[in-house]
Structure formats: structure tokens, C-alpha cells
């Protein structure tokens, strides 16, 4: 079991930034693949970013490339997701996701992919 914490949403405006975090407890978090993904009212969970266990392998979907970046710290069980350039169509609740992986340089963009789920944290970015 894991459990995950997301934390670090809230309101900003465009152009602004944000850093979000997801902390991990229960298992052995470089054991974990690692993604964040999120929704929008009316609209289906979609992938934004993932990391493999080592934190060397990445991917991002178009829409954020070049403005958000994903990064671990397996020391501190975290996960973050630093958001910058930001636009109104990136207001959604941001979850972070954990899949435990053999392998050490994969990385997930499939929602059925991942094992455990965080609450989600609220992220509304003002025009």
C-alpha cells in the first residue's frame, strides 16, 4: 500500500507559476514509476508528465512541454511537478499517481497504468 499527498495547488494568474509536490509513504518510493495527471470539470483524467524510478527517464504530453517539468527526490519520498507559463486550460485538480516497476528507466502515460492515486490538489489559473 501507498499512500500519496499532493499539495502545492491553489489560484494564479496567467503566466504565473506553480510547484507541485507529492509526497509517497508505505513502500519503498524508487520502487515507484511516478506520474501526474489531471482533470478538468466535464473532461477525462489526462496525462501531463512521468518519471521513471531513477528520475533519468521523462515524458511530458504536448500540451505542457516546454513549461512544466517533473522531477523526483527518492531521499524525501517526493515527487514534484513545476508548472510555469501558465494558462487558463491548465485549470484542473492535478493528481499524482504511483506504479510500482522491475524497471528502472520506464516511465507510464496510461491512467489504467498506475497502482495508487493521490486526493488531488486544486490548481485554477486566472486570465
Known amino acids: 500500500q501507498v499512500q500519496l499527498v499532493e499539495s502545492g495547488g491553489g489560484l494564479v494568474q496567467t503566466g504565473g507559476s506553480l510547484r507541485l509536490s507529492c509526497a509517497a509513504s508505505?513502500?519503498?518510493?524508487?520502487?515507484?514509476?511516478m506520474g501526474w495527471f489531471r482533470q478538468a470539470p466535464g473532461k477525462e483524467r489526462e496525462f501531463v508528465a512521468a518519471?521513471?524510478?531513477?528520475?533519468?527517464?521523462?515524458s511530458y504530453a504536448d500540451s505542457v512541454k516546454g513549461r512544466f517539468t517533473i522531477s523526483r527526490d527518492n531521499a524525501k519520498n517526493t515527487v514534484y511537478l513545476q508548472m510555469n507559463s501558465l494558462k487558463p486550460e491548465d485549470t484542473a485538480v492535478y493528481y499524482c499517481?504511483?506504479?510500482?516497476?522491475?524497471?528502472?528507466?520506464?516511465?507510464?502515460?496510461?491512467?489504467?497504468?498506475?497502482?495508487?492515486w493521490g486526493q488531488g490538489t486544486q490548481v485554477t489559473v486566472s486570465s
Open positions: 499517481a504511483s506504479k510500482e516497476t522491475p524497471y528502472g528507466g520506464s516511465w507510464y502515460g496510461g491512467v489504467y497504468s498506475y497502482d495508487y
Open positions: 508505505g513502500r519503498t518510493f524508487s520502487s515507484y514509476a
Open positions: 518519471i521513471s524510478r531513477s528520475g533519468g527517464s521523462t
